[in-house]
């Protein structure tokens, strides 16, 4: 495909195309919550093959599959009536949301969607748009809608830009809400565990069943329960590096230097901008929330990282968040992306 992909408003019109192009196989890119989808319906192994290309995403790593409510849910699972009720306490309190659920899949649920595993990982999602389109095709495989290792998108035109020449259609649903992927609940063995932290925390998740969920543990090398889980991904081009409250713990003649080509990200405006104001190095500085507060920064740390990597810096320093609620899921992604530098 030559032209770059159309970004689509989403009216009803750009719903039944997106529709059509996908029961006719085609991978399209859509709207959630969390980060931009790549979407192939569910049963159509020619387009599922279709994402992993697109995306050039090893072939182990297992996809999400994503659905309109629980009894669609249930049609993809294999699990006893005990399993069943928590997965449903958990969706009245979460659902639809940004928190995917990992499960014993039926037989018919494609060995490519969980990398032959025989557990598939499931979500609900809220995004109004996203759920229209699902009411009509059915459940849609949809991973992040970026090239693999890349910075997840959160606007449409962050898919465009970094793969709107392999695609046909983008659906534009705005910003995402969220702005870091789903919550990922293993419910499949006899402990609980957090696969992935995102939006909804393990003390969120424990509170209302009752029950211990083991927190997220940073990556274990090679961890057979968390395929596809990385220690290096979401990396943008420029070289990232992390600090915790001031960009001089990695670069100590930042302010002073006035050739130093380094973007620093910092969490609040409120506490930065003083400081940038006094010393005159408006240029080189940004920040992801007003005053720190911790969804603003998760919405905006993908988009400004994307931001950033265009601007021609050396380096990009980010400031981390403390590990409380979706602090915990941004600290996750910018140690990631920060790892291969
Ligand atoms: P993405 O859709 O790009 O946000 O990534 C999906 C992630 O979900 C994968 O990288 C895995 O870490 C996780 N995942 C998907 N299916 C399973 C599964 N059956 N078991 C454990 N983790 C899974
Ligand atoms: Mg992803």
């Not at 408003?9 to 195309?17: F, H, L, R, Y």
């Not at 979500?123 to 229209?132: A, K, L, Q, T, V």
């Not at 988009?303 to 602090?327: E, W, Y």
């Amino acid at each position: 495909m030559s032209e770059l992909a159309e970004i689509l408003e989403p009216t009803e019109d750009s719903i039944v195309k997106i529709v059509a192009a996908l029961s006719l196989g085609d991978v399209v890119a859509l709207p959630t919550e969390t980060v931009y989808g790549l979407a192939a319906i569910v049963g159509d192994g020619t387009a599922l093959r279709k994402i992993f290309e697109v995306k050039a995403r090893p072939l182990l790593d297992p996809l999400i599959v994503h659905v309109l409510n629980l009894p669609s849910l249930r049609d993809l699972v294999d699990v006893d009536e005990k399993c069943f009720d928590r997965v449903r306490l958990l969706a009245d309190a979460f659902c639809p949301g940004p928190l995917t659920f990992v499960l014993k899949k039926k037989k018919s649920v494609p060995d490519i969607i969980s990398a032959g595993k025989k557990t598939v990982a499931i979500r609900m999602p809220s995004h109004p748009i996203f759920r229209e389109v699902l009411r009509r095709s059915g459940p849609l495989a949809a991973p992040s809608a970026n090239p693999f290792g890349y910075v997840s998108p959160t606007r449409a035109e962050h898919v465009r830009t970094s793969m709107g020449d392999k695609i046909s259609h983008i659906l534009d649903g705005g910003p995402c809400e969220v702005g870091v992927e789903s919550t990922i609940l293993d419910l499949s063995g006899k402990r609980f565990s957090i696969l992935r932290p995102g939006a909804i925390t393990a003390e969120m998740i424990g509170n209302v069943l009752g029950e211990e969920v083991e927190p997220y543990r940073p990556f274990v090398a090679a961890d057979p329960s968390a395929p596809g889980m990385l220690k290096q991904h979401y990396s943008p081009h420029t070289k990232l590096r992390l600090f915790q409250k001031s960009v001089k713990e990695i670069i100590p003649d930042f302010w002073e230097n006035s050739t130093q080509n380094s973007a620093a990200i910092y969490l609040s405006r409120k506490e930065m901008e003083p400081q940038r104001m006094a010393i005159g190095k408006e240029k080189h500085i940004f920040w992801l929330s007003e005053d720190g507060n911790l969804n603003e920064i998760a919405r905006n740390m993908f988009a400004l990282l994307r931001q950033l990597d265009t601007m021609q810096f050396d380096s990009i320093c980010c400031q981390v968040p403390k590990k409380d609620g979706i602090g915990i899921a941004v600290g996750d992604r910018l140690s990631r992306a920060a790892a291969k530098f």
